[in-house]
């Protein structure tokens, strides 16, 4: 069973973050010059929340606030959902499932390692039925 470890080995290394203080119109521009649909919110070397493009739409946009005048810490998710290195990618998925959300920080020890999106766990089970389809190919034809 595939772990996330793995899976955190094809991405890239730097990890895009922001500071709980920073004003949400830095982290819509973060996202958007990163493509990213989520950031993690770290104050020192420490996860304190996520802020997804639905905190926006939903505690911004939909409350008439200034994306200029509101911080981050004020409409991040504070609960944030975590999994370890050692985490399979069916346990990934059944936790985004259940907690309807689309982006999942790695931690080890506390401090954020990594992060996984949906997208990344759906093109790992493609690649792992691909390969699994490959081998029984393979056996029959032989």
């Known amino acids: 069973m595939t772990q996330v470890a793995q899976l955190l080995k094809d991405k890239p ?11 949400v119109l830095e982290a819509i521009r973060l996202m958007a010059e990163h493509n990213i649909g989520a950031l993690p919110v770290v104050d020192e070397d420490r996860l304190v929340g996520m802020l997804s493009e639905r905190d926006y739409a939903r505690k911004v946009v939909l409350q008439g606030k200034s994306s ?3 911080a981050v810490h004020e409409i ?3 609960q944030v959902t975590s999994v370890g290195p050692e985490s399979t990618l069916d346990a990934c998925m059944q ?4 907690g309807h959300f689309r982006h999942l920080p790695v931690l080890t020890g506390g401090r954020l390692v990594g992060m996984l999106s949906i997208g990344d766990l759906v093109r790992a089970v ?7 389809i490959a081998h029984l190919e393979s056996y029959i034809r032989s």
């Open 95 to 98: 936790l985004m499932t259940d």
């Open 68 to 70: 200029t005048d509101t």
């Open 126 to 132: 493609i690649a792992a039925q691909q390969e699994q």
């Open 76 to 78: 991040m998710t504070r």
């Open 13 to 23: 290394a730097r990890l895009i973050t922001l500071s709980s203080q920073a004003s």
